[in-house]
């Protein structure tokens, strides 16, 4: 019997105690081999065997891949392998043909607890998950994620929300502010009270409006800073319609200022209104109140507009 020269090789390099290892045994030979066995029995306390597989991979190459699970700490060693060649064409007689050994060198399994230097045993310790609740880590982990991305977005859009509900709310003062003084107006058409006395209410009436529309002292204002008070509230912003209706209000408190303190002087001949001078001047108001609550059509007078009740 021959005995073959091998190379060896042990995959992976490190085995412990039930790790599945791989042993690669690689030869040359010119004899084609048709089968093996192992010449001793083998000692299943050390190992068990999962696989054997021997395959040519080239000419007259040859690897036999031992699969096995190593049961102790040491060197294991597996006994020999004889290969049996296939008798040549011209041999006369077949049992005198001279069969291969191949020896396999000890495999050297490790210790865990050698390589770690584990001097004593580790303390008890309570296990991490209880088993069967880790479904429950997961959804609790997920519905986190979930509160966690829905409060930043809140958080995020909070700004916007609360200058929507603010502007919702102004609109509603607005809505209310204007037809409110609509009404007192038009009630003034019906009165029967001196124009003096008229001419006051007209102007204690827009005062009060334009107060709460552009939030500024009007109140307080002389009629010739109506108008620059106006253009202070706006911050010179205001569209030019709307610019106009402004001024046809500051010239009505200058024309109602004369009709209430020009009585009894010596220019009082236009102290009170002319034939339906009221009625003109209480329509012209009420459409520059309707200019100055206008909604804009076009995009840039939608903000302008926005621009100018932020401002406010």
Same mark, same amino acid.
């Given at each position: 019997?021959?005995?073959?020269?091998?190379?060896?090789?042990?995959?992976?390099?490190?085995?412990?105690?039930?790790?599945?290892?791989?042993?690669?045994?690689?030869?040359?030979?010119?004899?084609?081999?048709?089968?093996?066995?192992?010449?001793?029995?083998?000692?299943?306390?050390?190992?068990?065997?999962?696989?054997?597989?021997?395959?040519?991979?080239?000419?007259?190459?040859?690897?036999?891949?031992?699969?096995?699970?190593?049961?102790?700490?040491?060197?294991?060693?597996?006994?020999?392998?004889?290969?049996?060649?296939?008798?040549?064409?011209?041999?006369?007689?077949?049992?005198?043909?001279?069969?291969?050994?191949?020896?396999?060198?000890?495999?050297?399994?490790?210790?865990?607890?050698?390589?770690?230097?584990?001097?004593?045993?580790?303390?008890?310790?309570?296990?991490?998950?209880?088993?069967?609740?880790?479904?429950?880590?997961?959804?609790?982990?997920?519905?986190?994620?979930?509160?966690?991305?829905?409060?930043?977005?809140?958080?995020?859009?909070?700004?916007?929300?609360?200058?929507?509900?603010?502007?919702?709310?102004?609109?509603?003062?607005?809505?209310?502010?204007?037809?409110?003084? %609509?009404?007192? #107006?038009?009630?003034?058409? =019906?009165? +029967? !009270? $001196?124009? @003096? *006395?008229?001419?006051?209410?007209?102007?204690?009436?827009?005062?009060?409006?334009?107060?709460?529309?552009?939030?500024?002292?009007?109140?307080?204002?002389?009629?010739?800073?109506?108008?620059?008070?106006?253009?202070?509230?706006?911050?010179?912003?205001?569209?030019?319609?709307?610019?106009?209706?402004?001024?046809?209000?500051?010239?009505?408190?200058?024309?109602?200022?004369?009709?209430?303190?020009?009585?009894?002087?010596?220019?009082?001949?236009?102290?009170?209104?002319?034939?339906?001078?009221?009625?003109?001047?209480?329509?012209?108001?009420?459409?520059? %109140?309707?200019? #100055?609550?206008?909604?804009? =059509?076009? +995009? !840039? $007078?939608? @903000? *302008?507009?926005?621009?100018?009740?932020?401002?406010?």
């Amino acid at each position: 019997m021959v005995t073959l020269n091998t190379q060896q090789i042990l995959l992976p390099k490190n085995v412990y105690i039930g790790d599945l290892a791989e042993l690669r045994i690689s030869f040359t030979s010119t004899e084609e081999i048709v089968n093996y066995k192992f010449l001793s029995d083998l000692d299943y306390r050390d190992y068990s065997i999962e696989k054997i597989d021997l395959s040519q991979t080239g000419l007259n190459y040859y690897q036999l891949s031992l699969d096995f699970v190593p049961w102790k700490i040491g060197q294991i060693n597996f006994p020999s392998i004889e290969l049996e060649v296939a008798p040549g064409p011209n041999q006369e007689n077949p049992e005198n043909k001279e069969n291969l050994l191949i020896k396999i060198q000890p495999v050297e399994i490790l210790s865990l607890v050698e390589q770690n230097k584990v001097t004593g045993l580790r303390s008890f310790e309570n296990p991490l998950l209880i088993p069967g609740t880790s479904y429950k880590i997961y959804a609790g982990l997920i519905l986190f994620i979930l509160l966690l991305i829905f409060s930043i977005r809140l958080i995020v859009r909070h700004k916007q929300v609360a200058f929507f509900l603010k502007m919702q709310k102004q609109k509603r003062k607005y809505r209310k502010n204007k037809k409110k003084t %609509i009404k007192q #107006l038009q009630g003034l058409l =019906k009165s +029967k !009270e $001196e124009d @003096k *006395e008229i001419a006051g209410n007209i102007q204690a009436i827009m005062r009060k409006y334009l107060e709460v529309r552009f939030d500024q002292p009007f109140s307080r204002t002389v009629s010739s800073k109506i108008i620059s008070l106006y253009d202070q509230a706006t911050y010179g912003l205001s569209s030019e319609s709307k610019f106009q209706a402004a001024e046809n209000i500051s010239a009505i408190f200058i024309r109602t200022d004369y009709v209430r303190y020009a009585q009894g002087s010596i220019n009082s001949k236009d102290a009170n209104f002319q034939e339906k001078e009221k009625s003109e001047l209480i329509q012209k108001l009420i459409e520059s %109140i309707e200019c #100055l609550e206008k909604t804009p =059509k076009t +995009k !840039e $007078e939608e @903000k *302008e507009v926005l621009k100018e009740e932020k401002n406010v």
